[in-house]
Nanobody, 126 residues
Framework: QVQLVESGGGSVQAGGSLRLSCAAS????????MGWFRQAPGKERAGVAA???????YYADSVKGRFTISQDNTLNTLYLQMNSLQPEDTAVYYC????????????????????WGQGTQVTVSS
Protein backbone atom coordinates (compact mmCIF):
# COMPACT_ATOMS: atom_id res chain seq x y z
CA GLN A 1 0.00 0.00 0.00
CA VAL A 2 1.41 3.36 -0.99
CA GLN A 3 1.59 5.90 1.82
CA LEU A 4 2.09 9.64 1.55
CA VAL A 5 2.62 11.55 4.78
CA GLU A 6 2.58 15.33 4.78
CA SER A 7 4.16 17.56 7.39
CA GLY A 8 5.19 21.17 7.82
CA GLY A 9 1.84 22.90 7.98
CA GLY A 10 1.08 25.54 10.56
CA SER A 11 0.00 29.10 11.20
CA VAL A 12 1.90 32.10 9.88
CA GLN A 13 1.28 35.76 9.29
CA ALA A 14 0.88 37.20 5.83
CA GLY A 15 4.23 37.52 4.12
CA GLY A 16 5.66 34.54 5.96
CA SER A 17 6.98 31.23 4.66
CA LEU A 18 6.41 27.55 5.24
CA ARG A 19 7.88 24.41 3.72
CA LEU A 20 5.67 21.38 3.35
CA SER A 21 7.11 17.90 3.09
CA CYS A 22 5.57 14.69 1.80
CA ALA A 23 7.31 11.45 2.65
CA ALA A 24 6.46 8.64 0.23
CA SER A 25 6.62 4.90 0.83
CA UNK A 26 7.57 4.38 -2.82
CA UNK A 27 10.52 5.51 -4.87
CA UNK A 28 9.65 9.02 -5.98
CA UNK A 29 12.12 8.60 -8.82
CA UNK A 30 9.74 6.09 -10.37
CA UNK A 31 6.58 8.13 -10.06
CA UNK A 32 5.08 9.64 -13.18
CA UNK A 33 3.99 12.73 -11.36
CA MET A 34 3.71 14.11 -7.86
CA GLY A 35 1.74 17.13 -6.88
CA TRP A 36 0.35 19.38 -4.22
CA PHE A 37 -3.31 20.27 -3.98
CA ARG A 38 -5.20 22.43 -1.54
CA GLN A 39 -8.76 22.64 -0.35
CA ALA A 40 -10.22 25.64 1.42
CA PRO A 41 -13.50 25.40 3.34
CA GLY A 42 -16.43 25.26 0.96
CA LYS A 43 -14.22 24.97 -2.10
CA GLU A 44 -13.12 22.15 -4.34
CA ARG A 45 -9.68 20.63 -4.11
CA ALA A 46 -7.42 22.47 -6.54
CA GLY A 47 -3.97 21.85 -7.95
CA VAL A 48 -1.18 24.03 -6.60
CA ALA A 49 1.94 22.56 -8.18
CA ALA A 50 3.24 19.34 -9.69
CA UNK A 51 6.46 17.79 -10.87
CA UNK A 52 7.17 14.87 -13.17
CA UNK A 53 9.83 12.19 -12.93
CA UNK A 54 11.74 14.05 -15.63
CA UNK A 55 11.85 17.27 -13.65
CA UNK A 56 9.13 19.29 -15.36
CA UNK A 57 7.20 21.54 -13.01
CA TYR A 58 3.76 23.10 -13.16
CA TYR A 59 2.17 25.80 -11.03
CA ALA A 60 -1.21 27.35 -10.56
CA ASP A 61 -1.21 30.98 -11.67
CA SER A 62 -2.06 32.09 -8.15
CA VAL A 63 1.20 30.72 -6.71
CA LYS A 64 3.68 31.30 -9.52
CA GLY A 65 6.72 33.16 -8.28
CA ARG A 66 5.86 32.43 -4.63
CA PHE A 67 5.80 28.63 -4.35
CA THR A 68 8.44 26.14 -5.45
CA ILE A 69 7.93 22.39 -5.78
CA SER A 70 10.89 20.06 -5.54
CA GLN A 71 11.57 16.38 -5.09
CA ASP A 72 14.43 14.61 -3.33
CA ASN A 73 14.63 11.14 -4.80
CA THR A 74 17.26 10.01 -2.28
CA LEU A 75 14.81 10.69 0.55
CA ASN A 76 11.66 9.85 -1.44
CA THR A 77 10.25 13.17 -0.34
CA LEU A 78 8.30 15.89 -2.12
CA TYR A 79 8.51 19.49 -0.93
CA LEU A 80 6.56 22.68 -1.38
CA GLN A 81 8.37 25.86 -0.40
CA MET A 82 5.79 28.57 0.13
CA ASN A 83 6.91 32.18 0.37
CA SER A 84 5.01 35.45 0.59
CA LEU A 85 2.01 33.62 1.98
CA GLN A 86 -1.33 35.37 1.86
CA PRO A 87 -4.61 34.73 3.71
CA GLU A 88 -6.08 33.29 0.52
CA ASP A 89 -3.47 30.51 0.72
CA THR A 90 -5.21 29.19 3.83
CA ALA A 91 -6.31 25.62 3.15
CA VAL A 92 -5.61 21.98 3.83
CA TYR A 93 -2.71 20.97 1.59
CA TYR A 94 -2.55 17.46 0.15
CA CYS A 95 0.27 15.55 -1.45
CA UNK A 96 -0.60 13.27 -4.37
CA UNK A 97 1.20 10.73 -6.54
CA UNK A 98 0.63 9.07 -9.87
CA UNK A 99 2.23 5.63 -9.85
CA UNK A 100 3.10 3.33 -11.53
CA UNK A 101 1.33 4.25 -14.76
CA UNK A 102 1.32 7.69 -16.27
CA UNK A 103 -1.78 9.67 -17.12
CA UNK A 104 -2.55 12.08 -19.91
CA UNK A 105 -4.91 13.99 -17.64
CA UNK A 106 -3.98 17.50 -16.63
CA UNK A 107 -1.55 17.86 -13.74
CA UNK A 108 -4.16 19.90 -11.92
CA UNK A 109 -6.91 17.29 -12.13
CA UNK A 110 -7.52 15.17 -9.05
CA UNK A 111 -8.24 12.22 -11.34
CA UNK A 112 -4.63 12.40 -12.53
CA UNK A 113 -3.41 10.90 -9.24
CA UNK A 114 -3.74 7.51 -7.63
CA UNK A 115 -2.59 8.15 -4.08
CA TRP A 116 -3.20 10.92 -1.57
CA GLY A 117 -1.86 11.96 1.78
CA GLN A 118 -4.02 12.86 4.76
CA GLY A 119 -3.45 16.60 4.41
CA THR A 120 -1.80 19.29 6.48
CA GLN A 121 -3.42 22.56 7.53
CA VAL A 122 -1.91 25.88 6.49
CA THR A 123 -3.39 29.01 8.05
CA VAL A 124 -2.27 32.48 7.04
CA SER A 125 -3.46 35.44 9.08
CA SER A 126 -3.52 39.03 7.92
Amino acid sequence: QVQLVESGGGSVQAGGSLRLSCAASISTRNTCRMGWFRQAPGKERAGVAATTGRGSTYYADSVKGRFTISQDNTLNTLYLQMNSLQPEDTAVYYCAARWPYCSVASWGSTSSYDYWGQGTQVTVSS
